[in-house]
Every structure is written in C-alpha cells, then in structure tokens.
C-alpha cells in the first residue's frame, strides 16, 4: 500500500504563485507515474499534469502550460507542483496521483491522496 499526504495548498490571490507537495509512504514509488489532478466546485476530476518515474517526461494540460512545473525527487519519495501566474477558475483541491501502468495517469489510479486545497481569489 502508498499513502499519498499533500501539502502546500492555500489562498493566494489572482497572479501568485504556489508550490504543492506530495510525500509517498507505505512504498517506494520511484517506479511508479506521479501527478496531480485537480477538481473545481461543480466540475469533473481533471488530470493537471504527470511524471514518469525516472522524470524524462512530463505531461501538461494546455491550460497549465508554461505556467505549471512538476518535478520529482525520488530519494525522497516525493513530488511537487510548481503553480505560478494562477487564476480564479483554477481553485481547486489539487489530488496526488501514482500509477504504476498507465501514461501520463489514466483512472482508475492505483494511489490518491486526499487533497488539498488552492483559493486563488480575484
């Protein structure tokens, strides 16, 4: 079993930055695809951005390109979201997700973490 713990979430205002993280227990994951979904008020789960397992690549919905960063360091069992120029629209619990078959994160997942949330106010 992983355990996936998110943290970093917050409110921040229209234009900030802010950087999740997600700590692995249970299990190593350095073999596994890591990422972030993301699910606003009203709206489905959608996948933000993912990494494989050696981060030789990466994965970013249209809307985050250039604005969002993912890295991962596998020593520590972790991964990271880089959010910077954020907006309104993308408030949100942001969720850490590890797969171990699929590219770049497909549901069903194999591990989520319970979330955590982003404001960003106007």
């Known amino acids: 079993q992983v355990q996936l713990v998110e943290s970093g979430g917050g409110l921040v205002q229209a234009g900030g930055s802010l950087r999740l993280s997600c700590a692995a227990s249970g299990r190593i994951v350095s073999s596994y695809t890591m990422g972030w979904f993301r699910q606003a008020p009203g709206k489905e789960r959608e996948l933000v951005t993912a990494?494989?397992?050696?981060?030789?690549?990466?994965y970013y919905a249209d809307s985050v390109k250039g604005r969002f960063t993912i890295s991962r360091d596998n020593a520590k069992n972790a991964v990271y979201l880089q959010m910077n120029s954020l907006k309104p629209e993308e408030t949100a619990v942001y969720y850490c997700?590890?797969?171990?078959?699929?590219?770049?994160?497909?549901?069903?997942?194999?591990?989520w973490g319970k979330g955590t949330l982003v404001t960003v106010s106007s």
């Open positions: 990494i494989n397992w050696s981060g030789s690549r990466r």
């Open positions: 997700a590890a797969d171990l078959s699929s590219w770049p994160l497909q549901e069903p997942i194999d591990y």
